[in-house]
């Protein structure tokens, strides 16, 4: 008995590595390099796009004399920031990146370098050859190329267009200011708010390589909302694989095999958060979320409490159904974007620790269950809008508010 149960133990752990692994790989790693003159901006922007003030706490390593590469604990970017282009001999600079670009592409696309941002400051109202030269080294390369005009508080247009004038290799060319500006005019003082972030963060993931685009938005921290729709899409593949194996209805004791997609949802969405995927957070989320200890996790107490917790599941049934399974994880995953989302704004994109997740999960799950009461009444008008899953879904939820107000009693 032991033994089996040690097994049992060493084999789900071994699972959960795996998922856990499988979901690291598939969010890749995306680098960008931002190159300007010292005091263009550079630092403010980073911190101002990414997520845990990535230039200000991030590890610098210098690669180049002009380069440092900037990455984060948990955070799927690599900052190369480059200065020195304010300098006569601007040209060395630039052969250094060509030569870190010839060096960086590797086999591997999670070396490469997938966008660059060229930043001028608006104040300056200069374009120097130096940034000539690097937009188009850049460019030859391979690499898609934004100018960022930084510092932007003027609504003049004038200075965007002589940049998009003699920049032509340039994607594209958008005026950025990262913080909050107070100037002074006429005696007045005009606050300018941060501005043209979500431009960046939109065009930026619109021109790094597909295998990037997850690892880009799990680190900027500017568009919320792309978090929550990649997360969605990470729900939809989990549902999808877990009603493939609930096809054939499987014994309640083999629920387990649906647990790793369940695991694996959790830490792809928990990724693209910004949260770290290992086994210790995954322990802690899983364990306490589930037991409310944190125990060891074996696969039939999860299994038994994790279906447990869940609506839409009647344990009584004995049994798994596609539906079921397929609804538990989509209902799961959407309560789980939901608290993520929302600790997200309320922390001002600062990610949320482990406790502060469980917290808000186990709220969010109680309000969820006494709003599916309440739903009841409305359901006959709502599911024409809704899918064939949701709408099984709905009915097994019935059952569970049966019983549930049973226990009540
Ligand atoms: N108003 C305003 N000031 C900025 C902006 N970006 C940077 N600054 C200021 O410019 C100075 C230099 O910025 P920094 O990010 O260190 O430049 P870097 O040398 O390119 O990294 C700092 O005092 C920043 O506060 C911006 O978008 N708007
Ligand atoms: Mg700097």
Same mark, same amino acid.
């Given at each position: 008995?032991?033994?089996?149960?040690?097994?049992?133990?060493?084999?789900?752990?071994?699972?959960?590595?795996?998922?856990?692994?499988?979901?690291?790989?598939?969010?890749?790693?995306?680098?960008?390099?931002?190159?300007?003159?010292?005091?263009?901006?550079?630092?403010?922007?980073?911190?101002?796009?990414?997520?845990?003030?990535?230039?200000?706490?991030?590890?610098?390593?210098?690669?180049?004399?002009?380069?440092?590469?900037?990455?984060?604990?948990?955070?799927?970017?690599?900052?190369?920031?480059?200065?020195?282009?304010?300098?006569?001999?601007?040209?060395?600079?630039?052969?250094?990146?060509?030569?870190?670009?010839?060096?960086?592409?590797?086999?591997?696309?999670?070396?490469?370098?997938?966008?660059?941002?060229?930043?001028?400051?608006?104040?300056?109202?200069?374009?120097?050859?130096?940034?000539?030269?690097?937009?188009?080294?850049?460019?030859?390369?391979?690499?898609?190329?934004?100018?960022?005009?930084? +510092?932007?508080?003027?609504?003049?247009?004038?200075?965007?267009?002589?940049?998009?004038?003699?920049?032509?290799?340039?994607?594209?060319?958008?005026? @950025?200011?990262?913080?909050?500006?107070?100037?002074?005019?006429?005696?007045?003082?005009?606050?300018?708010?941060? +501005?043209?972030?979500?431009?960046?963060?939109?065009?930026?993931?619109?021109?790094?390589?597909?295998?990037?685009?997850?690892?880009?938005?799990?680190?900027?921290?500017?568009?919320?909302?792309?978090?929550?729709?990649?997360?969605?899409?990470?729900?939809?593949?989990?549902?999808?694989?877990?009603?493939?194996?609930?096809?054939?209805?499987?014994?309640?004791?083999?629920?387990?095999?649906?647990?790793?997609?369940?695991?694996?949802?959790?830490?792809?969405?928990?990724?693209?958060?910004?949260?770290?995927?290992?086994?210790?957070?995954?322990?802690?989320?899983?364990?306490?979320?589930?037991?409310?200890?944190?125990?060891?996790?074996?696969? +039939?107490?999860?299994?038994?409490?994790?279906?447990?917790?869940?609506?839409?599941?009647?344990?009584?049934?004995?049994? @798994?159904?596609?539906?079921?399974?397929?609804?538990?994880?989509?209902?799961?995953?959407?309560?789980?974007?939901?608290?993520?989302?929302?600790?997200?704004?309320?922390?001002?994109?600062?990610?949320?620790?482990?406790?502060?997740?469980?917290?808000?999960?186990?709220?969010?799950?109680?309000?969820?269950?006494?709003?599916?009461?309440?739903?009841?009444?409305?359901?006959?008008?709502?599911?024409?809008?809704?899918?064939?899953?949701?709408?099984?879904?709905?009915?097994?939820?019935?059952?569970?508010?049966?019983?549930?107000?049973?226990?009540? +009693?």
């Amino acid at each position: 008995m032991e033994g089996e149960n040690n097994m049992e133990q060493l084999n789900f752990q071994n699972e959960i590595e795996t998922v856990l692994r499988q979901a690291r790989k598939e969010r890749g790693h995306v680098n960008i390099l931002i190159a300007g003159r010292t005091g263009v901006g550079k630092s403010t922007l980073i911190n101002s796009v990414f997520q845990g003030d990535f230039a200000e706490t991030g590890q610098g390593k210098p690669v180049t004399t002009g380069t440092t590469k900037i990455t984060k604990e948990n955070i799927p970017l690599s900052i190369y920031d480059t200065r020195g282009l304010e300098m006569k001999d601007y040209k060395e600079t630039v052969q250094e990146l060509k030569d870190l670009i010839k060096k960086l592409s590797t086999n591997d696309p999670n070396d490469h370098i997938h966008a660059a941002w060229v930043c001028i400051a608006e104040p300056s109202a200069r374009i120097e050859v130096a940034e000539q030269d690097l937009v188009k080294m850049l460019s030859k390369e391979g690499i898609p190329v934004i100018v960022v005009i930084t +510092k932007a508080t003027s609504y003049n247009k004038d200075f965007k267009r002589k940049v998009e004038d003699i920049l032509q290799e340039a994607r594209k060319v958008i005026c @950025v200011n990262s913080i909050e500006t107070r100037i002074e005019n006429n005696d007045e003082e005009i606050v300018i708010k941060p +501005k043209g972030l979500d431009k960046l963060v939109e065009v930026t993931s619109q021109v790094v390589p597909d295998g990037q685009k997850s690892a880009f938005i799990a680190s900027q921290k500017v568009d919320i909302e792309k978090k929550k729709s990649e997360s969605l899409r990470i729900v939809g593949r989990a549902a999808a694989l877990a009603a493939g194996i609930g096809a054939v209805p499987i014994p309640f004791s083999d629920a387990v095999s649906i647990v790793p997609i369940q695991i694996g949802m959790i830490a792809k969405i928990s990724a693209i958060f910004g949260l770290p995927i290992n086994i210790a957070f995954m322990h802690t989320m899983l364990a306490s979320t589930i037991t409310g200890s944190v125990g060891t996790i074996t696969g +039939k107490a999860i299994v038994s409490n994790f279906l447990k917790i869940l609506p839409g599941f009647n344990i009584s049934a004995g049994v @798994v159904h596609a539906a079921v399974a397929s609804g538990i994880t989509t209902t799961f995953g959407q309560a789980y974007i939901t608290v993520l989302a929302t600790l997200f704004i309320k922390n001002n994109g600062v990610p949320p620790t482990g406790e502060e997740v469980l917290k808000a999960f186990k709220e969010q799950y109680e309000k969820s269950k006494s709003e599916s009461k309440h739903e009841e009444h409305d359901q006959e008008s709502e599911s024409k809008h809704e899918e064939h899953d949701q709408e099984s879904e709905s009915k097994h939820e019935e059952h569970d508010q049966e019983s549930e107000s049973e226990q009540d +009693k």
